[in-house]
């Protein structure tokens, strides 16, 4: 049965062991995969672990509160939020992805988001790729990135506009 299915049917019956159970395998299931992801963008293994903790807590304080149709999903877009929070909170002005990843992380998990980045790296500078980051995955504005860069915002669009026109043409000349 589905770790979403049990899930509900515990809460459902309202049975607290079962619950924490079932949170348990979330946790163990979803834990490596969850470190994978935050590891892409920060580099503190502490920190790392202390993020994806901070998810895996999250959840469970909002196990009655929130329907949760696909766990996996909910982790991930939770892990991404609190690395966009982690950033903020610190002001940096680039978001830096790791170049490798730890080996003890569930690779398979992340080889579709693996491929992608080593693609960017390919076609696109570290600087092109840290502003596709920024505003499509971390959600920034070209606002704040114009402010945190000190850049007029039209200079951070065309940026942005000639990373993504360069990235699709660098692909569409491989097809």
Known sequence: MRLEAQLKRAIRKGNIVEIERVFEKVYYCYFNLICFVINKYVKNKSDVEELANEVFLKFYNRIFFVKIRNIKYYLLTSAKNAVINYH??????????????????????????????????????????????LHDIYGYTFEEISQKHNE????????????????????????
């Open 88 to 133: 903020k909170d610190r002001d940096n002005n680039d978001i830096q992805y790791c170049d490798e990843y730890d080996s003890t992380m569930d690779e398979s998990s992340g080889k579709e988001y693996l491929e992608i980045i080593m693609e960017m790296e390919r076609l696109l500078t570290k600087e092109e790729i840290n502003l596709i980051l």
């Open 152 to 175: 007029n915002v039209s200079v951070i669009k065309a940026m942005y506009y000639q990373a993504i026109k360069k990235f699709r043409g660098g692909i569409n000349d491989e097809n």
